[in-house]
Each structure stands twice: as structure tokens, then as C-alpha cells.
């Protein structure tokens, strides 16, 4: 996403530098939330002179800047002056990227990989970029870029994700006074236009104007347009342990049993010896993100998929984790997107526990616990339960990385791709 969970809040550094969930976010399918009252919708940004800022706020600079996107009509509104300004800075940004696209495209770097599908791509991308800057008449900017200086600033308070989605919608109504109405409001009104809240945020992000891409950003780009039109690579794995998988494959249920028995037996190895000191958990290590990059360098692609399954049997939780990794410069690799999906081993999936026990991978895995005389029927049940959790959760984080990949491989020019902070 997938908002208001506490595993959401492992996404907030990616919310930060994107617009999430505002104007980029369209794959979540949260309810819509009782009891938000008055509060806004917006990101607001108080200001030394005594003004604010009203919008989304899209990346935060090393040196605490921000990079705000805002509704054209409001800030022409309240700061007109301002607004002159960031219109016309907005404008100049645009024509600065689209040059630059041009002159990447005609002059790229690196060859691009043979095939035919990214060459068609390319050639469609460079006759529209090509007419767009041909073009007399400027695009009509329903939202600027503005940066805010970090010195200019006094306080910054940021709208709850619930409330984000509620903008998004907003705006694709083009609602009047969303930056100062209260989310109990905008709801109401939504819901008597016949907007469905549930639905999957709209995607604005052709709302946007094109900004300048560094090297980096756009590497990042062409990785994942390779990996969705030429081949895709994609690893799937527990701790340091990863596989190449086909793109969609389910998460190896198989695993699963042996991975629960190995806690389980270590837990009862613990309670006989009296053993109740705290685990310490020392740094995560890399090892898989080492060996991915290798294979990538070997099969000579730009970015690849990685799914990773975590466990914890004494909450009965799992977490799937799938992000995407880009090669920005030589030698050097970036994670560009990622999510985190938590299942809970605790909820009843009927339907699905039912196809986890007729699968092959699970139930040969089950035969040879069973072989040993040392599974209970509490830890199958659980194992089963697991496994549930972790499919319901990888459907999750599979739709949020088709959303995002679906957004970025439109066009080169937005919306805008940045790395996401420490992953």
C-alpha cells in the first residue's frame, strides 16, 4: 500500500519522498475511516514569515529542505506571488527534463538490451517527448513543484495516510477547498457523489510536471522498464537463502514446515535447560543482497525483484517483504522501491489452509516431519496457518509492486523515482 496497520509505518521513509498515496499510490483497498473530524487532509508547512504551505510533500533534501507538490489554484489563492514564481520555475523544470530525456534517448549512455518490445518503447517515448516540446501552448499545471529552504521553516505536520487517500480522491473530484476542509467533510462529500472509498486510490500522477532527472534516477527508470518489457529477474528466499523464481511465483510453502520445527524445537530446548535469556538480535545480515547482485551482474540486467519471508513463531506472524533493486551507476545498486506485508498466523483462512494442504511442495515437506515422530498436530496446525498468512500477504505485496511498476513504465518523464531511505 495496507494503511493503517503497524507494518505501514515501515513504508513511511518510501511515503516521504514520494507522494504516496496522494498523488502516486493507486493499489490500496483500505476502508474508508470513521471519526477523522476536522483535521486535514494535507501536508502543512508553517513558514518563518508567518504563512504556510499546503500540499503534499513529495522528498526531504540531506540538508532537511522539502519538496512540496501544490495545487496550482490554491497557492495562486492564498500567496499569488508565490504562485507566480513556482509556475513559472515548474514550467522551466518541465522543459529541462523533457531536453534531457531527448538528449538521453538519442544519445544513451549504455546500449540498450535487443529486443524489440523496449526498442518500440523507447521510439514511442522519444516522438512524444520530441512533440511536447514542440508544443507552442503549455500544459495546464493543476499542481507546482515548490522547494521550501530548511531555514524557512518552523513546523511541519504531515496528514495521516488515511487522510492522504482521502485527498487523492479529492482531487480526481476536484472538490472545492480540500487544503482547508476537514477529512470528515471531503468523506461526506465523496460518499454523496457515489465515490467508492474502498476502491484503490486514483493515480494523479499525470497531475504532475516532469522534473530534471539526475544520473541515478534515471537508471533507476530504465531498470525497471527492462525488467517489465524485456526479462524479468526475480529471487525469492528466507534469511541468506534466496532462489531465482518466474515472476508471479507463490512463496515455497515447503519451506515453511521445517523453518516452524526449527523454532519450535529450539524454544523446547530453551524451556528444559532454563535458558530464558533474550535472544539478542544483532545486525540483519546482507549476504542475500550480495549474492542477488551477483547474478544480476552475470545476466546483465539493470534491476531485479527480491521476496523475502520472514517468521516469528511466538506471534504466530510473518512478513513478506519484496522490493525492487536498481543498478544506478557501475558497480553501484539501489533499492527503489520497497513493502512489507505483515500476515497474521493466528486468522482462519479456510480456503486457503485448504489448497496449502494439497499442495506438493507442502505436503512433501509434511511427510518427512511426520516420518520423524515429532510434529504435533498443534504445530501442523499452525504450520497450515502460516502458510495461509504468508500467500494473504504476498497477494498484497504482488499488487502493490504491480501498481508500482504499471505507474513507472508509462513514461520516462513522471512521476518522479527516488530510492528509498534506509532500507
Known amino acids: 500500500m495496507f494503511w493503517m496497520t503497524p507494518i505501514d509505518w515501515c513504508r513511511m521513509p518510501l511515503v516521504q519522498m514520494l507522494i504516496a498515496s ?3 499510490m493507486g493499489h490500496a ?54 504562485a507566480e514564481t513556482a509556475v513559472a520555475e515548474t514550467m522551466a523544470g518541465q522543459t529541462t527534463a523533457w531536453n534531457q530525456i531527448r538528449d538521453r534517448l ?9 529486443s524489440p518490445q523496449l526498442e518500440f518503447f523507447l521510439k514511442q517515448e522519444l516522438e512524444r517527448i520530441d512533440a511536447l516540446i514542440a508544443e507552442k501552448k503549455p500544459l495546464p499545471l493543476e499542481f507546482v513543484w515548490l522547494d521550501v529552504r530548511v531555514d524557512s521553516i518552523t513546523k511541519v505536520q504531515r496528514a495521516a495516510p488515511a487522510r492522504q487517500r482521502i485527498a487523492s480522491f ?18 461526506l462529500e465523496l460518499t454523496e457523489r457515489g465515490v467508492k472509498l474502498e476502491a484503490p486510490s486514483p493515480d494523479l500522477g499525470d497531475l504532475l510536471a516532469a522534473r530534471p532527472q539526475d544520473d541515478e534516477e534515471w537508471n533507476s527508470r530504465l531498470a525497471l522498464v527492462e525488467y517489465a518489457l524485456v526479462k524479468p529477474l526475480n529471487f525469492q528466499g528466507m534469511g541468506d537463502t534466496l532462489a531465482r523464481t518466474s515472476e508471479g511465483q507463490p512463496v515455497n510453502l515447503g519451506e515453511i514446515l521445517p523453518k516452524l520445527f526449527k523454532q519450535q524445537l529450539s524454544v ?31 545476466a546483465k540486467v539493470r534491476g531485479f525483484r527480491v521476496t523475502r519471508l520472514e517468521m516469528d513463531l511466538a506471534s504466530s506472524q510473518v512478513i513478506v517483504e519484496t522490493r525492487f533493486i536498481a543498478r544506478v551507476a557501475d558497480k553501484k545498486w539501489k533499492t527503489i522501491w520497497l513493502t512489507k506485508e505483515q500476515g497474521d498466523g493466528t486468522q482462519a483462512r479456510p480456503e486457503m489452509e ?12 509434511l511427510d518427512k516431519v511426520k516420518s520423524l515422530g515429532i510434529a504435533d498436530n498443534g504445530l501442523l496446525k499452525l504450520a497450515v496457518r502460516i502458510g495461509a498468512a504468508t500467500m494473504a500477504a504476498q ?29
Do not use: C
Not at 538519442?106 to 535487443?114: E, F, W
Not at 472545492?176 to 470528515?184: D, V, W
Not at 539478542?280 to 543482497?289: A, H, R
Not at 501498481?403 to 508509462?410: A, E, H, L, N, S
Open 29 to 82: 483497498q483500505a476502508q474508508p475511516v470513521a471519526g477523522l473530524g476536522s483535521e486535514l487532509v494535507v501536508d502543512v508547512v508553517s513558514l518563518k514569515s508567518g504563512k504556510s504551505l499546503r500540499g503534499a510533500i513529495a522528498s526531504q533534501q540531506p540538508n532537511g529542505g522539502l519538496l512540496m507538490a501544490i495545487s496550482t489554484a490554491w497557492l495562486k489563492n492564498s500567496q499569488p506571488a508565490l
Open 395 to 423: 497477494q498484497y505485496a504482488d499488487g502493490a509492486f504491480a501498481g508500482f511498476k504499471d505507474r513507472y513504465v508509462r513514461h520516462l518523464d513522471a512521476p518522479p523515482l527516488v530510492p528509498v531511505a534506509n532500507p
Open 106 to 114: 538519442k544519445n544513451p549512455q549504455h546500449p540498450p538490451i535487443d
Open 354 to 365: 485448504a489448497r496449502i494442504e494439497q499442495d506438493p511442495q507442502f505436503k512433501s515437506a
Open 268 to 298: 523446547l530446548l530453551k524451556d528444559a535447560t532454563g535458558d530464558v535469556r533474550p535472544v539478542k538480535k544483532g545486525k540483519e545480515s546482507q549476504k542475500w543482497l550480495a549474492v542477488a547482485i551477483r547474478q544480476a551482474e552475470q
Open 170 to 187: 479529492a482531487w480526481n473530484e476536484k472538490l472545492a477547498n480540500i487544503e482547508t476542509r476537514g477529512a470528515e467533510s471531503l468523506q
Open 22 to 24: 496522494i498523488l502516486l
